[in-house]
């Protein structure tokens, strides 16, 4: 079984950049389509963007289209989301997770695998 570690996270002002890093252990990402996720205070887990097992293929919230670009490195083990203008509405716990089940990439619930999550806060 795959484990996976978030890091990058942090406090960053309105219309400034992170970039977070989803690092794998246990087993090769290669064989799982990857994801982002994230969840503020009292809401539910949001699906942000998503990547193929190959990376030619990704997908993305339309609350982040053209900010937001996941990539993968299969080779280090890693996944990565590059958050750019950021926006207040943007502060949430994020997670990366390992596509395990056949469904739409946008649901949470095809995902068995996912890492503790980084705190991402934006401020105005």
Not at 27 to 39: D, E, I, L, P, T
Request: with cysteine; proline share 3%.
């Amino acid at each position: 079984q795959v484990q996976l570690v978030e890091a990058g996270g942090g406090l960053v002002q309105a219309g400034g950049s992170l970039r977070l890093s989803c690092a794998a252990s246990g087993r090769s990402v290669s064989v799982y389509a990857m994801g982002w996720f994230r969840q503020a205070p009292g809401k539910d887990r949001d699906f942000v963007a998503a990547i193929s097992r190959d990376g030619g293929n990704t997908w993305y919230a339309d609350s982040v289209k053209g900010r937001y670009a996941i990539s993968r490195d299969n080779a280090k083990n890693t996944v990565s989301l590059q958050m750019n203008s950021l926006k207040p509405e943007d502060t949430a716990v994020y997670y990366c997770a390992a596509k395990t089940l056949v469904g739409p990439v946008q649901l949470p619930s095809m995902y068995n695998v996912w890492g503790q999550g980084t705190q991402v806060t934006v401020s105005s």
